[in-house]
Structure formats: C-alpha cells, structure tokens
C-alpha cells in the first residue's frame, strides 16, 4: 500500500513576491499561497516561505569533487522533454548554470541546471527514454 503520496520542498526565500513571480513567470509554475508546482505534485513541487534574513537564505553547497550543487533534482522522460525545458527556460531568461551535457558512462544521462533569485540550482537530466 502506497502510503506517501508526494513531497515538497522548502526554500526559505529572500524576497517572496518576487520568488513566486520567477516561478510562474519564468518556470511556468502554478504558484499559490501553499505550494509552486509543475506537472503535478509529483512533478517539481516546492514550498516556498519568506526567511526573517537574507542571511537565512542558504542554498546547498557543491558535494565533494563537484563544481555545481543540487538543491532540487527534477527528473524527466527523455532527451525531448529535456531539451523541450531547456529552450523554454532559456527563452524565458532564466540563469542557466550548467548548460546541457550528456555523460556517457551513467545512461548516458543528459542534465542541466538552472539558478533561481536565490541562487537555489534546480536540475534537470534524465536517460533517453529508449
């Protein structure tokens, strides 16, 4: 029996107004007082809360042996549906990070990352599909 249905994300945000714009202008959220969605709640699915301080705004830091961190990973179908978010995303001005590269020895797994008003990175990748 499936008991968790789905989870969201918290980001504490320095400025909440202009975070939920991003998110629906420049992401193409739904974004409510409860929660920014895309595909669902099983899609990319956060909270986002307005911190007391910027200071309290704390993105995650690189892993170790990485150049880039992770605050969200977002999984897709395939290469098309990859490619299909990396065009909207850049059309729409959206900071891009990581430009899209395929590692070959792991799926091969395509991904990109892009950086929110915060600079939480949101990642995107997944396998071909086939």
Known sequence: MKQIHSSLKVLLVSDLKSSKKF??????????????IRDGFSGLALKLLQAVSSD??????????AS??????????????LDELYQEFTEKDVSVVVEPWVDEANGPWKEFVIEDP?????????TDGH
């Open 23 to 36: 998110y629906e202008e420049q992401l193409g959220c739904e974004v409510t007082d409860w929660w920014v």
């Open 56 to 65: 309290d705004v704390r993105p995650n830091k690189p892993s170790k042996g």
């Open 68 to 81: 880039t961190s992770f605050d969200l990973y977002c999984y897709v179908e395939n290469w098309n549906a």
């Open 118 to 126: 915060d600079g939480y990175h949101l990642a995107f990748g997944g």
